[in-house]
């Protein structure tokens, strides 16, 4: 049985929308730190080129195949959401300070690696014998 019938359409999409989340969140927290409005056309402005970023991350990765896994899943769709998105927000006339570019690296690769290896260091004490 593939990995992917085991972890289901819900399972799936499970995935998907913690990345999403994990991104709008990144945007707000980013947005609350610079004393920046919390509106929705605010958020969505700082978190677009990420979340399209996300999307060719998804795409490139095939992360529907093995959504939770760290390695490569994880780290295509954090790369590709933190490349793609730095390149969006050139070409769109954003912020793309050294700076907020290592804090991104690093915040993002916390949110979208990070709650996969939580989620796979879970499943292994699951499937631990007691």
């Known amino acids: 049985m593939s990995e992917r019938r085991r972890i289901g359409t ?27 409005g919390l509106t929705l056309a605010g958020v969505w402005g700082t978190a677009w080129p990420f979340l399209a970023g996300l999307a060719v991350g998804w795409a490139a990765a095939r992360a529907w195949r093995h959504p939770f896994a760290v390695w490569p899943t994880g780290v295509a769709v ?14 769109s006339g954003q912020g ?10 690093l915040t993002l690769a916390l949110l979208l ?6 989620a796979l260091l879970v499943a292994r004490g699951r499937r631990a014998p007691a």
């Open 10 to 36: 819900t399972g799936i999409l499970g995935a998907l929308v913690i990345d999403v989340l994990l991104v709008v969140v990144f945007a707000i927290v980013g947005r609350v730190s610079h004393a920046e």
């Open 78 to 91: 954090w790369a590709a959401a933190l490349v793609v998105g730095m390149l969006l927000r050139l070409v």
């Open 96 to 105: 793309t300070a050294v700076a907020f570019v290592v804090v991104a690296a």
């Open 113 to 118: 690696v990070g709650w996969r290896a939580v």
